[in-house]
């Protein structure tokens, strides 16, 4: 068995894909990554006024062991004159975000007093109002317990990598789950040109452990292949921005300030890789049944092709429906990451509420299962069809 999967490793993983799969993951990185930095130059009419590498230098200086608390709020609100580096933007995208788009300049003593109870009060007040999820009232009780945990006063320390790396994965992992499934498609679309054809065609025996090697092979290939391409994406993103700030709320970023999740950035990156995992492994289960039933690299890339346009044409039709019921299990949803930690969405099961980021986990391992089960059934009736 050791012996076929490594064969059939050594036919897809040749020299000429992985040089273009390092490539385009690498020229897609750099690229984010230069627009990610780009946007931390702060422009007036005359151009450039502070450049990143001056912002990011000025936000890592200014933020050491500093809190979100009633001193600081009041240290910038009697501030002669704003600034633009990063440290202060974030406080005051903070301050828009909690007090529906106030200045801090703009903040009466009693409204800074109040920062944090103004927070759950507005959570609060986004799960009574909700017009997706009429939420009961012990789910309420149990999430606003969850959003009461934060421990505050939030720090805001520098992590700006951090934030950056987890709003960009989801433009990232697509193409990511994308060039894996194309590499796998080989795999039992064309029967390799070698001497093991014969050999292992010749018995039942010897075509179904063929069959069972190419299975695991995928899996193995799908999985290096994934874990390497998230390491570059990180390194390549994390390098112009450092590594400070892992361990920072992910509170202290206004895209997730009213999140209930009791997390880090390190954390989120955690959930967010291993969501991928689950999504990458579904669509490796995906590709393996259409190879096996159209027996064809050219027509299972096809499939493949017209599968991630019409789901991104439901990403195009932002309908909760077919989000809750269709989407949320399927790849391109799965990670855009950021709705599992905003959105609050929730699955009712047999009496039971399941968050929208555990049920989907839960939901795709299971059809990543019966895919799987389903591609080995069909495997096996071609290959006694054949015999």
Excluded: C
Aim: aromatic share 12%; proline share 3%; net charge positive.
């Amino acid at each position: 068995m050791k012996e076929i999967i490594k064969i059939e490793r050594k036919r897809i993983l040749n020299k000429k894909f992985l040089i273009l799969f390092f490539v385009v993951l690498l020229l897609f990185s750099v690229n984010n990554s230069y627009y990610a930095v780009k946007n931390y130059d702060v422009l007036n009419n005359t151009g450039v006024v502070q450049t990143w590498k001056e912002n990011l230098t000025h936000g890592k200086e200014n933020t050491k062991v500093k809190f979100l608390k009633e001193d600081y709020l009041l240290s910038l609100k009697n501030k002669e004159e704003s600034s633009s580096y990063v440290d202060e933007t974030n406080l005051e995208d903070l301050v828009a975000m909690n007090y529906d788009g106030k200045k801090v300049q703009d903040l009466s003593d009693k409204e800074i007093k109040s920062f944090y109870s103004k927070r759950l009060s507005n959570i609060q007040e986004m799960l009574d109002d909700s017009s997706r999820i009429n939420y009961t009232k012990s789910e309420k009780e149990k999430m606003m317990e969850q959003a009461g945990q934060l421990s505050s006063p939030i720090p805001m320390d520098y992590a700006e990598g951090w934030k950056v790396l987890n709003e960009n994965m989801r433009k990232f992992m697509p193409l990511l789950l994308v060039l894996i499934a194309l590499i796998l498609l080989p795999l039992f679309g064309s029967e390799p040109q070698t001497k093991m054809k014969d050999l292992y065609r010749s018995t039942r025996y010897g075509k179904k452990k063929l069959d069972r090697a190419r299975l695991i092979t995928a899996f193995m290939v799908g999985i290096v292949l994934y874990l390497f391409g998230v390491m570059l994406y990180t390194i390549v993103m994390m390098t112009p921005f450092g590594w400070e700030g892992g361990s920072q709320p992910i509170q202290s970023n206004a895209a997730t300030f009213f999140s209930v999740y009791n997390i880090t950035y390190i954390q989120q990156i955690g959930i967010n890789v291993l969501i991928g995992l689950l999504a990458m492994i579904f669509l490796i289960a995906l590709t393996l049944l259409l190879t096996i039933l159209t027996e064809g690299v050219m027509t299972g890339a096809v499939i493949i092709i017209f599968f991630w346009i019409l789901l991104l044409l439901f990403d195009q039709i932002p309908l909760y429906p077919v989000n809750h019921l269709f989407a949320n299990f399927m790849p391109l949803r799965m990670t855009d990451f950021l709705h599992y930690y905003t959105e609050n969405d929730i699955y009712r099961i047999m009496g039971n509420s399941f968050t929208g980021l555990s049920w989907t986990a839960l939901v795709s391992a299971v059809l990543s299962i019966l895919l799987l089960i389903l591609a080995v059934v069909f495997s096996d009736m071609k290959r006694m069809k054949k015999l």
